[in-house]
């Protein structure tokens, strides 16, 4: 049996030095620049690039909404509300659509909420089915290219597939109306029936001024190793307790939850964000779906994401680089987490802590009150350029149709 106590000094230790690196960082020593062309595409301004044409719909697809349940400005979907806000007064913005390379239709599918905070996805098809059928009724540039220059957020877990649970989600399939879009969404996971070939993989929204106002002095030692607050089990969706995250945090709490490495609990402290940034690992597993807002919060913080959820697509994966500053943790190795986690030399987490440093890197994972250089809504937009000039093949010939109106469950064809 290993010594814990003897490798537990050793980490905090190396923890020590790791935040004293940390601090010189903040004081624009030892900045390391993510190297390549990744660090290209992070610092690239999409401004002169595109341009985008928002399309004005009646307040029920999105103002009223929010109004109903302001909440929505707060949860981790609510990218979709701050990113038509942005739009709003961007300098891509054109109010001619004669020019646009890029529509924008803002519909808040998210923003229907249970008591407790929750997203109900059950009527988002059909909002989205009727504000389609709005735009292609009233303007003719859908119908050109049956959506493939139109750009929609879709921040549900499992993006437009419009549902929570995996399982029903693949049932569903990517509402079929949307098949030929440009999907902006925080799900991503490869070879998923609810991930389109050309997808934009945004971060969930996480609240800037909150995290703000709990930083901690950068001086302060980073003296927990590994650290997770959130659900082992979701006993109300889930009562056998082998489905929820595919058995990731359950296997995480039993086979940590009495080693002294591994700061777990399901409680939510007030501490939360001051912890994080004590922390060397943070632990970034699959719930229902495989993203979380934990991931942006490890960023922020210079707490290294160890993720676990096989085959994740990561937000702006062409621009940050995951693999240098995370540690991936494939699911069936869960049990061998502290192993894992024990055997990264103290040189690597450095470095690792010293690109999660770089203000670039926090940068893109936010959305920002108002905008800043570089932001999330910046690195959308980055996509979006990169994915110009559209190819010929997307604008159909006269009377050609590829879309099937009536396609998918039977609930979703009634009027929204």
């Known amino acids: 049996m290993k010594n814990w106590s003897w490798i537990f000094v050793a980490l905090l230790y190396s923890a020590s030095v790791l935040r004293i690196g940390a601090v010189e960082l903040r004081h624009g020593q030892q900045t390391e620049r993510i190297s390549g062309s990744a660090g290209d595409v992070l610092e690239d301004d ?11 719909l009646p307040s029920k697809y999105n103002k009223k909404i929010l109004q109903k349940d302001p909440r929505c400005l707060t949860h981790m979907f609510a990218a979709e509300i701050y990113m038509h806000r942005f739009l709003l007064s961007s300098p891509v913005r054109t109010l001619n659509p004669e020019e646009a390379d890029w529509f924008y239709t803002p519909v808040y599918t998210t923003c229907d909420l249970t008591p407790n905070g929750l997203p109900l ?18 303007w003719p540039y859908w119908n050109r290219t049956e959506g493939a220059d139109h750009f929609f957020i879709v921040p549900h877990d499992f993006g437009a597939c419009f549902h929570y649970q995996e399982e029903k989600a693949i049932e569903r399939g990517i ?5 030929r879009a440009t999907l902006v969404q925080t799900f991503g996971q490869r070879n998923h029936v609810c991930l389109n070939d050309g997808s934009i993989t945004i971060p969930p929204y996480a609240p800037p001024q909150k995290m703000q106002a709990h930083l901690i002095p950068p001086h302060t030692p980073r003296s927990i190793f590994v650290y997770f607050r959130g659900l082992f089990y979701d006993v ?5 307790g082998g489905y929820y995250a595919r058995g990731a945090r359950a296997a995480v709490w039993e086979n940590f939850k009495d080693n002294p490495l591994f700061d777990i609990s399901t409680e939510h402290p007030t501490t939360y964000y001051e912890d994080m940034q004590r922390a060397v690992f ?15 919060e490890a960023v922020i913080f210079g707490c290294i994401p160890v993720i676990i959820a096989d085959d994740i697509v990561l937000p702006f994966a062409d621009a940050i680089p995951w693999e240098e500053i995370g540690v991936f943790v494939a699911e069936k190795d869960v049990p061998n987490l502290d192993t894992i986690l024990t055997s990264i030399p103290p040189e690597v987490i450095l470095r690792k802590q010293r690109l999660l440093a770089n203000p670039s890197m926090k940068q893109a994972m936010l959305f ?5 250089s570089g932001d999330a809504f910046h690195q959308i937009l980055n996509g979006l350029a990169r994915k110009l000039p559209h190819n010929k093949s997307v604008f159909l010939k006269s009377g050609e149709k590829i879309l099937n109106w009536t396609a998918g469950p039977v609930g979703d064809l009634k009027p929204w």
């Not at 996805?121 to 009233?138: E, G, H, V, W, Y």
């Not at 509402?175 to 098949?179: A, E």
């Open 46 to 56: 999409p401004v002169g690039r595109l341009k985008v044409f928002v399309y004005e």
């Open 282 to 296: 943070c632990l970034c597993p699959l719930g229902w779906a495989p993203w979380s807002p934990r991931l942006v």
């Open 368 to 372: 920002p009150q108002p905008a800043q």
């Open 175 to 179: 509402l079929h109306l949307l098949q």
């Open 236 to 240: 109300g969706n889930d009562p056998e």
């Open 121 to 138: 996805p059950f009527k988002s098809p059909r909002m989205m089915r009727s504000a389609i059928q709005l735009i292609s009724s009233n």
